[in-house]
């Protein structure tokens, strides 16, 4: 199990969202103009374990290098360059939600002993000292 904040997913929605609604004279170069944003969905992709849209991502990927070769850093998406990111996008969301009917999420909710410990700490719920004497192997499979 691996531990992620749910501000990750939501992060990259607004990448997600952001790409798929943009339009021409959008800023290309910038902390969130298009490249950024392209650049947080492509890292997300691999970060959130979504392999198969990364995979699929080529053609944004291309895209992203055609943007990247502008010598101009105050240009604008022209209207025939945002038409091209949105239909990549389009398509790109077809496999993006497949995927994700295939993934699951799981929140810890509390119950007996505080999720904290369970996590983080799970030798404080054992008597002093135990936790320490367990083999190796158990220490590791508790964790």
Same mark, same amino acid.
């Given at each position: 199990?691996?531990?992620?904040?749910? @501000?990750? @997913?939501?992060?990259?929605?607004?990448?997600?969202?952001?790409?798929?609604?943009?339009?021409?004279?959008?800023?290309?170069?910038?902390?969130?103009?298009?490249?950024?944003?392209?650049?947080?969905?492509? @890292?997300?992709?691999?970060?959130?374990?979504? +392999?198969? #849209?990364?995979?699929?991502?080529?053609?944004?990927?291309?895209?992203?290098?055609?943007?990247?070769?502008?010598?101009?850093?105050?240009?604008?998406?022209?209207? =025939?360059?945002?038409? =091209?990111?949105?239909?990549?996008?389009?398509?790109?969301?077809? #496999?993006?939600?497949? =995927?994700? #009917?295939?993934?699951?999420?799981?929140?810890?909710?509390? +119950?007996?002993?505080?999720?904290? +410990?369970?996590?983080?700490?799970?030798?404080?719920?054992?008597?002093?000292?135990?936790?320490?004497?367990?083999? =190796?192997?158990?220490? @590791?499979?508790?964790?």
């Amino acid at each position: 199990m691996e531990k992620k904040s749910i @501000y990750d @997913y939501f992060f990259f929605g607004t990448a997600v969202r952001y790409l798929q609604d943009v339009k021409a004279k959008y800023p290309i170069f910038g902390d969130m103009a298009v490249l950024a944003n392209i650049d947080i969905f492509l @890292y997300d992709l691999d970060q959130l374990g979504l +392999k198969v #849209t990364s995979i699929a991502a080529f053609e944004l990927r291309e895209f992203r290098g055609k943007l990247a070769k502008i010598k101009d850093k105050t240009s604008v998406l022209s209207g =025939e360059q945002a038409v =091209e990111l949105n239909t990549i996008c389009h398509n790109l969301r077809r #496999t993006l939600e497949a =995927e994700l #009917t295939t993934l699951e999420a799981f929140i810890v909710t509390p +119950k007996r002993f505080d999720i904290d +410990k369970l996590l983080n700490n799970i030798g404080s719920l054992m008597s002093p000292g135990i936790f320490s004497e367990l083999p =190796e192997i158990v220490r @590791y499979d508790l964790t």
